[in-house]
């Protein structure tokens, strides 16, 4: 299967200046593959670079050096005129805190994407309500976000991330704010999403619990690929053991199980 | 330590501050230049100087009622930095701080950016001051005399007066507003301004109809009844046609972001192209927020345009209206007592100066004079008047004529012959009238009503019983220019109307008034100076102990004179006009851009969730540009609306008392406060788009 994201020696330098001593590398040197269809979790912890590096992927930050392929093209030297249509199209986001737009229902919401894109106003409306009752949340499309429970804004984001069927679905700490309940609701969307759709979803994680239904787990630590945990044919509980004792080791970066 | 803080907090939030900052220092400048009117004096000379003062001391006192005005923006300005850091202002008390340390750090970081503020604007106000004596000069049509760079003293003392006031007023409101709210509530401050409200759409359809109603019914009634200034029984119904528009202006705004909401969504297509939802629930959610005070605004903006083009107007009217009123380089004129001998005649009067003393034929290159005579003294004189005109022609008399005829103080009516008329029109170069052996004409300068009157009268060809002849009115219209004009005076300040009658008619008749009027063969300066010695006469003992049957000289003007009277009276309409609007728009715009800023620096987070999820930044400038655009735009819509309805009937009243041609003057004041108001967008516009650019490209933390 083709990669639908490649990052090779990605190294990302911030506050490179005058005075060097203040430079902190907060990537030095990652490289990793996600085939199309799969389903990664980055773990590490706190300070290791995993934002940083989700932020290069999503083309929202510019790495110092290295390259991102995704869907085979380049987009760390992309012309920002053209990168805005390149996340449009290829990319979805979703993030710790939703970010929906408090002006919109959750149904334009999750109908932007598609609008920008100039898909025509009938055809917006039956995806919306597709991808919606996918996800569960058809019931409150018309309400603004600020009257929906936090599950249910989180899922709302992840419909606005996956309407525009984009290659590569990025998601920093989605459950991040999620209790239990409601991280498990977000993660099993996720999953099948991931298993009846093939989205490709590359998920930053601090849970161990949110880790273990995904496919991969890559480790980061200090700005490197520390290891890597494929689930392979193990149950879910078992993979989530497994990744408890990766974390153990690195030390730090996990919550409790839950 | 808290200073420290203090300093620290107004350098980071410099953004926030700038607007504060701007407002505060452009209101100190406007404010210290426009009362800095009286030093501005000096620079003229002594006629226009003396109309200065007087204008210095009227500005002083509607320096108060703009003060009020301009505090209301500073605390207006100081309110949305408050809001806009209530957060900061939480943690610090969450983190330890007492209410007490809390408040001093806001005092602390106001009086920083106040002071500096101060400083601006004192530097600005006192460039602008500058200025202004050209402009001042300019509209007493006068040239500025040895300029120099000056400060007025008092100027900057009231201004400081003033502020420190202000300052003071908008400490209290921050500390009480601190106080006011809770912890909880500094904390969710954030929080709560995204909440959206839109009224729904029962609610918006009921309040634009009713506004559209109301406003309808205002303009209505406006253009039936005119502006109130024939009586006092127009007033009230002025006043409600006033509330009128009020509460219609007000729900018009209420129903826009509903009615915006409602249209944009109708437009299904295009509601789900690009980012126009957005564009749309923004702007919706912003006229909402702001609905009342955009309609304030709108009216703010109404008052000063409306203000701003009468005074215009009537600055035009009295000033063009000297070629009319002051035809003749100067005029004199004496009146015969009662017991004058009729016999005796028309006396000239340029010789009767000349036995007094003074030379006029020294200065004269042509001169020439006219008679009115006592209709009393002739026959069938006595019951020619105003009235009865009116009611033999069924014409009814305009509005003050009819009141001072009501209360018994009927002005009397002038009767000149015809070759009297034959001089004024000669002087004027225009072509004689012949009335022929019975015809008679009006002559009326006073104001087109008056006109319009004697023009009915006419019209209705009513005949004047004179001396046993029976005149009746000739076919020419009501002369209302120059040639109508028996001496120099200030726009309206002529007689009533005058009627020319036959030489014949008058034969035998008591001379009332001789008015003399001269051309210069001399430069004005120096024809003035003799001029205003025979006028002299008409004070001194010349005029008691002269013969007691020749006439007593009693006026005299030169048309310099009257220049300076209409230029004195123009000028400063116009220059309270000038003031008076220009702080009106100035405040309006800035309440508008802090609004505008505050909502686009809300509107930071969305703008950047924008760009992450793939919108170009053309798109999005173009909504935030639109959206801006759209909530500048509204309330100048609508004043303007208002403006045309009410403008009409300055016109018409302008034109009652004579004036063509002012609709210019008022279309040329719009058109320089519209673009002032659209340099605040601009400004605005551009501000908030830094904002906006700057704080999307940030990557996300
Ligand atoms: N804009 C920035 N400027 C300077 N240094 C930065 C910047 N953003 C991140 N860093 C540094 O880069 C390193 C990696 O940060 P990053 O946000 O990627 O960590 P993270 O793995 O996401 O941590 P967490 O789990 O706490 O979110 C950290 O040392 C951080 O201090
Ligand atoms: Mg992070």
Redesign the interface.
């Known amino acids: 299967m083709a990669s639908a994201l490649s990052v090779h020696g990605l190294v990302k330098v911030y506050g490179r200046g005058k005075s060097a001593g203040t430079a902190t590398r907060a990537l030095d040197g990652v490289s990793f593959d996600v085939e199309a269809g799969e389903f990664v979790a980055i773990m590490g912890p706190s300070g290791s670079g995993k934002s940083t590096l989700l932020n290069c992927v999503a083309t929202i930050d510019r790495p110092t050096e290295g390259s991102v392929l995704i869907g085979g093209r380049d987009v760390t030297g992309m012309r920002s005129r053209d990168l805005a249509d390149f996340r449009r199209e290829q990319l979805g986001f979703i993030f710790q805190d939703s970010n929906l737009l408090d002006a919109l229902t959750c149904r334009e919401n999750i109908a932007l994407p598609l609008t920008i894109g100039r898909v025509p106003a009938r055809q917006v409306v039956e995806r919306v309500d597709a991808i919606a009752t996918e996800l569960g949340v058809a019931s409150v499309l018309d309400k603004y976000p600020y009257q929906v429970s936090g599950g249910q804004r989180q899922r709302v984001a992840a419909c606005r991330a996956m309407v525009g069927g984009p290659t590569l679905v990025l998601a920093d700490e989605p459950t991040g704010a999620l209790d239990s309940k409601n991280s498990r609701t977000l993660l099993e969307r996720f999953d099948e999403m991931n298993a009846r759709q093939g989205a490709t979803i590359l998920m930053v994680t601090h849970d161990s619990f949110a880790a273990s239904f995904c496919g991969r787990v890559l480790f980061i630590r200090d700005g490197r690929i520390f290891t890597e945990l494929r689930r392979g044919d193990v149950d879910r509980r078992e993979f989530f053991e497994r990744i408890m004792e990766v974390v153990a080791t690195i030390g730090g970066g996990s919550d409790d199980a839950r | 330590m808290l200073a420290k803080l203090a300093l620290g907090n107004v350098r980071r939030s410099a953004r926030d501050f700038a607007i504060y900052f701007v407002t505060l220092a452009l209101g100190v400048a406007v404010f210290y230049a426009f009362n800095s009117i009286g030093m501005q004096a000096g620079f003229l000379d002594d006629y226009a100087s003396q109309l200065v003062q007087l204008i210095a001391q009227i500005v002083s006192g509607i320096t108060v009622f703009l003060a009020v005005v301009l505090g209301f923006l500073m605390v207006y300005a100081n309110s949305y930095l408050i809001r806009r850091r209530k957060r900061e202002m939480g943690l610090y008390q969450v983190l330890g701080m007492t209410r007490g340390q809390v408040s001093l750090v806001l005092t602390i970081e106001t009086l920083l950016a106040s002071a500096g503020s101060l400083v601006v604007g004192f530097a600005l106000g006192i460039l602008l001051s500058q200025l202004l004596v050209f402009v001042t000069a300019a509209l007493f049509d006068d040239a500025v005399r040895n300029f120099t760079f000056r400060v007025s003293g008092e100027a900057a003392l009231l201004t400081l007066e003033c502020f420190a006031v202000m300052f003071v007023v908008m400490l209290l409101v921050n500390l009480v507003s601190l106080r006011r709210v809770s912890l909880s509530d500094l904390m969710g401050a954030e929080r709560a301004n ?3 409200k839109v009224r729904g759409l029962p609610a918006t359809v009921v309040l634009g109809v009713a506004g559209v109603a109301l406003v309808g019914l205002a303009y209505w009634r406006l253009t039936r009844d005119g502006l109130p200034v024939a009586s006092t029984d127009q007033y009230q119904g002025f006043l409600v046609t006033t509330a009128i528009v009020v509460v219609g202006t007000v729900a018009l705004f209420y129903a826009l972001g509903g009615v915006i909401l409602a249209l944009g969504r109708g437009a ?2 295009a ?8 564009t749309v ?2 702007l919706a ?1 912003r006229v909402n927020t702001v609905s009342l005070s955009s309609a304030v605004i709108s009216l703010i903006l109404f008052l000063a345009i409306a203000v701003s083009a009468s005074g215009f107007a009537m600055c035009a009217a009295f000033r063009t209206n000297l070629d009319v009123s002051a035809p003749y380089d100067a005029s004199l004129s004496a009146y015969y007592p009662d017991d004058a001998d009729p016999s005796a005649g028309e006396r000239d009067l340029l010789a009767l100066v000349e036995e007094r003393g003074v030379d006029l034929g020294s200065v004269t290159r042509s001169s020439f004079q006219v008679t009115s005579y006592q209709p009393s003294s002739i026959e069938g004189g006595d019951s020619l008047s105003f009235s009865s005109l009116s009611q033999a022609s069924g014409v009814a008399l305009p509005g003050y004529l009819q009141t001072l005829a009501e209360q018994g103080n009927e002005r009397p009516v002038e009767v000149i012959g015809q070759s009297g008329y034959d001089a004024l029109r000669r002087a004027n170069g225009l072509p004689e009238v012949d009335l022929g052996d019975d015809g008679y004409l009006f002559l009326c300068t006073s104001s087109k009503d008056t006109a319009t009157f004697f023009q009915g009268v006419a019209d209705a060809g009513v005949p004047i019983e004179l001396a046993g002849m029976t005149l009746h009115p000739v076919d020419v219209p009501v002369d209302t220019g120059a040639s109508a004009t028996l001496q120099d005076g200030t726009a309206g300040s002529g007689a009533v109307g005058v009627i020319v009658v036959p030489d014949a008619a008058l034969a035998g008749a008591l001379p009332k008034i001789t008015y003399l009027n001269l051309m210069y063969s001399v430069p004005a300066e120096q024809g003035d100076a003799v001029a205003s010695d025979a006028g002299d006469l008409a004070w001194g003992d010349a005029n008691v102990d002269a013969d007691p049957s020749d006439p007593v000289l009693y006026y005299e003007a030169s048309r310099t004179e009257c220049r300076y009277a209409s230029v004195g009276i123009s000028g400063t309409v116009a220059y309270l006009a000038i003031y008076i609007g220009f702080v009106l728009v100035v405040a309006s715009a800035a309440i508008l851009a802090i609004q505008q800023l505050t909502s686009a620096s809300d509107a930071v ?2 703008y950047r ?9 053309p ?1 999005a400038l173009r909504s935030l540009r639109t959206q801006i655009a759209a909530c500048f735009a509204a309330p100048l819509v609508v004043a303007l609306a208002h403006s045309a309805v009410a403008l009409a009937q300055v016109i018409k009243v302008v034109r009652a008392v004579g004036q063509e041609g002012v609709g210019a003057y008022v279309g040329a004041s719009v058109a320089v406060f519209v673009a002032v108001y659209v340099a605040y967008f601009a400004v605005t516009y551009a501000m908030a788009r830094g904002l906006v650019c700057a704080r999307t490209d940030d ?3």
């Open positions: 995204e909440r959206i299904r297509g509601y789900y192209r690009g980012i126009n939802m957005f629930r923004q959610s987070p969305s969730l924008l760009s992450e999820i793939g919108v170009p930044r798109m990557a996300r933390a």
